[in-house]
């Protein structure tokens, strides 16, 4: 059985389905760059259409496309978001990811 490539929490599903309804988009789209001393970053930005090789997530009311590229560095990551006094932001909870020294970055194993 295949892993599943991304979980959302339910408080990431619904900041989710608020930004794309804001912005009248179908999906967000998840990438990874290289960013940081030694490795990769998380990208988010909104999708009019699927490309070819993107991987849809489908999950609790909304869709997200993960590039192709980035499939194998999100592969069983749980995809959150944190809303405080000192923060407000999605946060990735990569099993396979070590993050670097300067914790902007991080690299799979």
Do not use: W
């Amino acid at each position: 059985m295949r892993k599943q490539v991304l979980a959302l929490s339910d408080t990431a599903a619904a900041r989710i389905r608020q930004l794309l309804q804001h912005q009248q988009k179908p999906f967000l789209r998840l990438a990874v760059e290289a960013k940081g001393c030694n490795g990769l970053s998380y990208v988010l930005n909104y999708a009019q259409e699927k490309g070819k090789f993107d991987e849809v997530v489908e999950e609790k009311g909304v869709k997200i496309l993960v590039d192709p590229k980035a499939v194998m560095h999100v592969i069983g990551t749980e995809m959150d978001f944190v809303d405080d006094k000192l923060r407000s932001e999605f946060v990735f909870v990569n099993p396979n990811a070590t993050k670097c020294g300067c914790g902007e970055s991080f690299t799979t194993t």
